[in-house]
């Protein structure tokens, strides 16, 4: 009779803990990666949860600043949204929630005469969507899913999103919030983060990114780099308060450009699940369903009160990545603290500090991660690229993502993402097709 391996808990009579500790609970060998059903010791969980936090605000922050929404309301609604997704994915699916970019060109064209009530109505219907596919998922199954996304589709998916995220770490889509606005700081804040990868061992290595934005942001305040009205705001703000609500309301309208989102969202949701997969060598596709649930269910969740609607998180990808870490723990954590800091206006004030150079140098390197993603998803599926179906999927999906290609139809806009995604769809299975159609069927000899 075999021993129970170290951390599991006795089979008779005790209630089976929500995560084994992985080792001894210090120390990740090489190699080997943090399960979602395992853990550190809580001290270190809380700190890969808190770089979770650190990693997906700066984007979670950018879409309110964009669309005029709440930010700490956003903020609230993303822990929210991440501690219901881990609820109902049954603690599976490392992901953190923040807000979609892809809700961010039909909000702006929902929104009449500046009322967040419309949009947040169409952020609710899509959630709805959302959920719908994913009951239907869970009814019929996921061969379907494999069928409509090989390796050679998923992968280049999850390399376009990655790469074009690239001009939100350049120049924050137009914004002047990246690496353009301050490349000094900038670069200090990336090489912080590549030497505290390979400078510190064990733990402290794998807070890389956390560090590198701490030294990032102790360097711009030493060199003038901080905005005095930023500071002004943090000293006035109040430590305790509760976010700013809306309620949302309905129109056909609204619900017409919001509803196309859905398309990126699953596209997503099928990519970190992929990815995820990939990283943690297990098969996931039986928790996608209930990803699109839990999406569906926190977008919902976050319209009904004045949120952004919510995407699993790209950014946090990137963590897992470079820490080898891909224990729900620490996401349980993470969507906590992001409760508990959303009903600080203080934190929302000390956010808003973070130099643009800062966010610019850190998600120059996870932006990257997640593009080196999509790579490793063909690598390890072993994707020939000497078949020219599987080439062309890849480079067409590329270029359109890069290049953020968008189209706008009346009101509705599709942008990089939704159209590379498509690009993928239609060109594997489109030239698998007329491949089909070409080649001969073998005919039996004749008697």
Same mark, same amino acid.
């Given at each position: 009779?075999?021993?129970p391996?170290?951390?599991?808990p006795?089979?008779?009579?005790?209630?089976?803990?929500?995560?084994?500790?992985?080792?001894?609970?210090?120390?990740?060998?090489?190699?080997?990666?943090?399960?979602?059903?395992?853990?550190?010791?809580?001290?270190?969980?809380?700190?890969?949860?808190?770089?979770?936090?650190?990693?997906?605000?700066?984007a979670?922050? #950018?879409?309110?600043?964009?669309?005029?929404?709440?930010?700490?309301? #956003?903020?609230?609604?993303? !822990?929210?949204?991440?501690?219901?997704?881990?609820?109902?994915?049954?603690n599976?699916?490392?992901?953190?929630?923040?807000?979609s970019?892809?809700?961010?060109?039909?909000?702006l064209?929902?929104?009449?005469?500046?009322?967040?009530?419309?949009?947040?109505?169409?952020?609710?219907?899509?959630?709805?969507?959302?959920?719908?596919?994913g009951?239907?998922?869970?009814?019929?199954?996921?061969?379907?899913?494999?069928?409509l996304?090989p390796?050679?589709?998923?992968?280049?998916?999850?390399?376009?999103?990655?790469?074009?995220?690239?001009?939100?770490?350049?120049?924050?889509?137009?914004?002047?919030?990246?690496v353009?606005?301050?490349?000094?700081?900038?670069?200090?804040?990336?090489?912080?983060?590549?030497?505290?990868t390979?400078?510190?061992?064990?733990?402290?290595?794998?807070?890389?990114?956390?560090?590198?934005?701490?030294?990032?942001?102790?360097?711009?305040?030493?060199?003038?780099?901080?905005?005095?009205?930023?500071?002004?705001?943090?000293?006035e703000?109040a430590?305790?308060?509760?976010?700013?609500?809306?309620?949302?309301?309905f129109?056909?309208?609204?619900?017409?450009?919001?509803?196309?989102v859905?398309?990126?969202?699953?596209?997503?949701?099928?990519?970190?699940?992929?990815?995820?997969?990939?990283?943690?060598?297990?098969?996931?596709?039986?928790?996608?369903g209930?990803? %699109?649930?839990?999406?569906?269910?926190?977008?919902?969740?976050?319209g009904?009160?004045?949120?952004?609607?919510?995407?699993?998180?790209?950014?946090?990808?990137?963590?897992m990545?470079?820490?080898?870490?891909?224990?729900?723990?620490?996401?349980?954590?993470?969507?906590?603290?992001?409760?508990?800091?959303?009903?600080?206006?203080k %934190?929302?004030?000390l956010?808003?500090?973070?130099?643009?150079?800062?966010? !610019?140098?850190?998600?120059?390197a996870?932006?990257?991660?997640?593009?080196?993603?999509?790579?490793?998803?063909?690598?390890?599926?072993r994707?020939?690229?000497?078949?020219?179906?599987?080439?062309?999927?890849a480079?067409v999906?590329?270029?359109?993502?890069?290049?953020?290609?968008t189209?706008?139809?009346?009101?509705?806009?599709?942008n990089?993402?939704?159209?590379?995604?498509?690009?993928?769809?239609?060109?594997?299975?489109?030239?698998?097709?007329?491949?089909r159609?070409?080649?001969?069927?073998?005919?039996?000899?004749?008697?």
């Amino acid at each position: 009779m075999t021993s129970p391996s170290p951390g599991t808990p006795p089979a008779t009579g005790h209630r089976r803990a929500p995560w084994r500790l992985h080792g001894d609970g210090r120390t990740v060998r090489p190699g080997d990666v943090v399960a979602p059903d395992e853990r550190l010791s809580w001290p270190r969980t809380v700190g890969v949860g808190v770089q979770h936090v650190v990693a997906m605000f700066g984007a979670t922050f #950018t879409v309110p600043l964009i669309t005029g929404f709440p930010p700490a309301t #956003t903020l609230f609604f993303s !822990g929210l949204g991440t501690l219901l997704f881990l609820v109902l994915t049954g603690n599976r699916l490392p992901s953190y929630l923040g807000s979609s970019f892809a809700f961010i060109a039909p909000v702006l064209a929902a929104k009449a005469g500046g009322d967040l009530g419309p949009a947040l109505g169409g952020i609710v219907v899509a959630g709805a969507a959302l959920a719908l596919v994913g009951l239907v998922v869970q009814v019929a199954g996921t061969r379907w899913i494999d069928a409509l996304m090989p390796p050679a589709v998923t992968g280049a998916i999850v390399a376009l999103i990655g790469l074009n995220l690239a001009p939100v770490a350049w120049d924050g889509n137009g914004s002047g919030t990246g690496v353009k606005a301050q490349p000094l700081i900038a670069a200090v804040t990336l090489v912080a983060i590549l030497l505290a990868t390979v400078a510190f061992r064990g733990f402290l290595g794998r807070l890389s990114i956390l560090l590198g934005v701490v030294a990032g942001w102790l360097f711009a305040a030493g060199v003038g780099g901080l905005d005095e009205a930023t500071l002004t705001r943090l000293r006035e703000a109040a430590w305790v308060g509760l976010p700013e609500f809306h309620a949302p309301s309905f129109s056909l309208r609204a619900a017409v450009l919001v509803i196309p989102v859905i398309l990126v969202l699953i596209a997503e949701n099928a990519g970190h699940v992929k990815a995820v997969a990939a990283m943690t060598d297990r098969n996931l596709d039986r928790y996608l369903g209930r990803a %699109f649930i839990g999406d569906g269910v926190a977008t919902m969740l976050a319209g009904s009160a004045g949120g952004s609607g919510t995407t699993t998180y790209a950014e946090n990808i990137g963590v897992m990545a470079a820490t080898r870490v891909y224990s729900t723990a620490a996401y349980w954590v993470a969507g906590v603290t992001a409760v508990l800091l959303g009903l600080s206006p203080k %934190f929302g004030a000390l956010i808003l500090t973070v130099p643009a150079g800062v966010l !610019g140098g850190a998600t120059t390197a996870l932006y990257g991660l997640i593009a080196i993603l999509g790579a490793r998803i063909w690598i390890e599926n072993r994707v020939d690229f000497h078949d020219p179906v599987n080439l062309f999927t890849a480079a067409v999906a590329l270029i359109i993502g890069a290049a953020d290609y968008t189209v706008t139809a009346g009101d509705l806009s599709f942008n990089g993402i939704a159209l590379g995604t498509a690009a993928a769809l239609l060109t594997y299975h489109g030239m698998r097709a007329v491949t089909r159609l070409r080649t001969p069927r073998t005919r039996p000899p004749a008697v």
